[in-house]
C-alpha cells in the first residue's frame, strides 16, 4: 500500500487539483484548503506513516491475562479485531491511508467514508491502497469505500449506518454536526471523537516557570486541535504568584484572553495592555475556541475547579500544575475525563505522545476505549478456555 | 440494601402475589411464572447474591497497566465507572436486585427499567434497596427506576433510550423483540445480551467418556440458558468411533434428535429407538430449542465444522472435544465466538464460572466487553499521565 501510494502520486496529485480546485471556487476557507491540499511531501508522508503501522507489534491473538480455575479450567482472554469497521470523515484525505493502515493491522476489514469536499482525492488514494492489496496475499476487499456512491452525502453515511449486519463499529471524525447525525442515526455502536474543551488548572505550588510552559504550550502550540487548550483554572493560591505573569505571557504571545471578574480586575491592576483581553460571556466557558484565544477563571480552590470542569469540560484532557502532593492525587481521582495529567501540557493527549503508536484518534465515548486510540483498541477479546473433560454439576 | 431486602420480605412476597395473580388470570406458561415468584427462600438468595457482590474486590482507581515515555512522562490507564448504565430487563424480579448490587460495586449509577409483568416485584424491591441506600452515606439516587411511570412499556423504553445525556450504556436483557428494538431505537451505546446458539464439535481423537460426559453435560444440563448446546457437529473421524453411542446416549436422557441425512442413516442402521430422532430441517441449524432437542450433523473435517459454526453460530460459545493438539490450536484461533473451549462444556460461558465473579450477563455485542461480564466490565479506564513540567516541540 505504501509503494503503490507512491506510485500512484503524479494521479493522486492530479485527482487532487480538482478537488482544491472546487474548493477555491467555493470560496472555502484557507485552513479548510490546506487541510484538502495533497503533494509529493505530503504523499510521502502517507506512506511513510502506513510503513510506521507496519512496524507496530500485531496485536492479535495475544492473550493479555490468563487464570486457572479450582477445577483446573484455564480461562485467557485473547485479542480479536472487532470486525469491520466504518470510518466517516471530513476533508483530510490522509485519513484515508491511515485509517485503512490501522484498522488492517488490527485485522479488521474497513469501510471508508470521506467526505464530498474530497471525493477527488479519496478515490484516487483508494485505488492506490487496493492496488497495494491485490499485490499482496490479502483479500482485496478488506479496504472498502464509499466514495463512489451517487447520492448525497448525508444519504450515504445513513444508509451505511443502518448496516448493523455487516459493520461492528462505527467510528466518526469530524465537526459537531457529523459526529451528532451519526449518533443519531446509528444502529451500529458508534465511538464518537467529539470536541476537546481543555482545562489547565494552576495551583500556588507551581514553579512559575513549569507553570508559563505548560499553559502556553497547551494553548499555543498547536491551537487548531482537540487537546488544546482553551480555558486556564487558577486557584486562589495561585493568583499572587501566577496570575498577572501568565496574563501577561499569554497576550504576549498574540492570545487574546477572555477573562472573568476577578482576573479582569487583576489585569486592570496590573496595567495589562486592554488590548490583550475582554470581560469573559457566560458562553466562553466551554467554548472550542481553536484559535489564539483563551478564557480565563479564578476560583476558591481545588473542589471549585473541579466543579468548573464538571460543568463546562468536554471530559477530554485536563492538567493541574502543581506541587502539591495531596492536590495531584485528588485531582487525578476526582476529574472525570479521559485524561488527566499533572504537571504535563494538554498537548500529550494523543496516541502516540502517550506511546501507542499511531492513533486512530481521541475517543470521547467511555465505553470499550475512552481517550486515545491505537491499534489495541481497533480489536476484542474472546475467552478462550482450554479443559481436560470438566463439566459443569 | 442485603438488609432491607431482608427486612421488607413481606411487603415483596405481598407484591409479587399481584403480580403472579395477574400472570395466572392471563394464563401465562408455567416457566414464566416460575421465573416472577418470588418467596421468602428466594428473597434470602437475593441479599446472599448481594452480599457476594459486596466481597468482590473493588474495581475502580486500580491502574491496570503503565509505562514510562522517552521523555519522563509516567502513562497509566486508571479504571473508572462507565457512568450511568441502562438495564432493561424481563420477568426475572431478581435481576432488580443483582443489576443494581454490580452496578454499584462498579462505582455506577443504574437506571433500572424491569417488564411489566414484574411491575409490583419490582417496585417493592427497588423500595428495600432504596431504604437500604438512604441508610448507607451513599447518594440514594446512585439507583433509580422507571418503575412508576404510566405509559405502556414500550413508550417508557423509547423515551429511555433517548436519554443519551443521562445515561451512557445501555443493557438489554430479554427476548429477541426487547434486543431488537433496544438496538433499533437506542441513542446510547449498548451492550446486547442476545440469544445462545452453541455447537460442540467432535473428533475421533477424543477419549469416549470425555465425549459422552462434555456432550450430555453441554445439552442436558440445564436446557433453558444461552449456553446450553443446540447442534453437536461430528467431523467425520468422529463418525466411527463416537457417533451411534453419542445418539443413543442423547435420545436415553430424552433428547430429541434432528439428524443430518448422513447422521439419520448411521440411527437408521444402528437401530436407534425411531421415536427418539427426526430428520432435520433447514431451519434446525441455528435454531435456540431452549429445550431437551438438538441438531446433530456430520461434516468433513474441522474447516468445514468452523464453516458450519460461521453459517449457523450466534457467535456465542462454542466447545471441541479432541485430543488433537493442532486441531484443538486451529479452533481456538479459527472460531469467531465470544468463548471458544477445548474439552470443556458449554455450560462454563459464565462470569462466575470463568472467575469474574458474579455476573452481569453475556454480551453477544464484540465492542467494549465480548462474552461474560462481571464488574470490571461495567468500568472503564482513564489515562492519567505524572510529568514533571514535560511541554511539546
Known sequence: MAKALRQQQQQIVAANREDVERARAGALEA??????????????????????????????GRVDKSWRRPNGLKVGKQRIPLGVIGIIYEARPNVTSDAAALCLK??????LKGGSDAIASNRAVFRALRAGLEASPLPKNAIDALAFVDTTDREAVKEMLSFDAYIDVIIPRGGKGLIR????HSRIPVIKHD????????????????????????????????????????LRS??????????RKLGDAGVKLHLCPQSLEHAQNAGIDASWYAPASPEDFGREFLAMEVAIRVVADLDAAVAHIDEYGSR???SIVTNDFEQAQQFVDLVDSSCVMVNASTRFADGNQLGLGAEIGISTTRMHAYGPMGIEELTTTKFVVFGSGQTRT
Chains 1, 2 share one sequence.
Open 31 to 60: 485552513s479548510f484548503i490546506d487541510r484538502l491540499e495533497l503533494n509529493p511531501k505530503r504523499i510521502e508522508m502517507m506512506a511513510t506513516a502506513i510503513e510506521e503501522v507496519i512496524a507496530l507489534p500485531d496485536p492479535i
Open 106 to 111: 488490527s485485522g479488521n476489514g474497513v469501510m
Open 316 to 318: 477530554h484532557t485536563e
Open 238 to 247: 495561585a493568583v499572587d504568584p501566577h496570575l498577572d505573569r501568565v496574563l
Open 181 to 184: 447525525f451519526v449518533s443519531e
Open 195 to 234: 470536541e476537546g474543551v481543555c482545562h489547565v488548572v494552576v495551583d500556588g505550588s507551581a514553579p512559575a516557570r513549569m507553570v508559563d510552559e505548560i499553559v502556553l504550550n497547551s494553548k499555543t502550540q498547536r491551537v487548531s486541535v482537540c487537546n488544546a487548550a482553551e480555558a486556564i483554572v487558577f
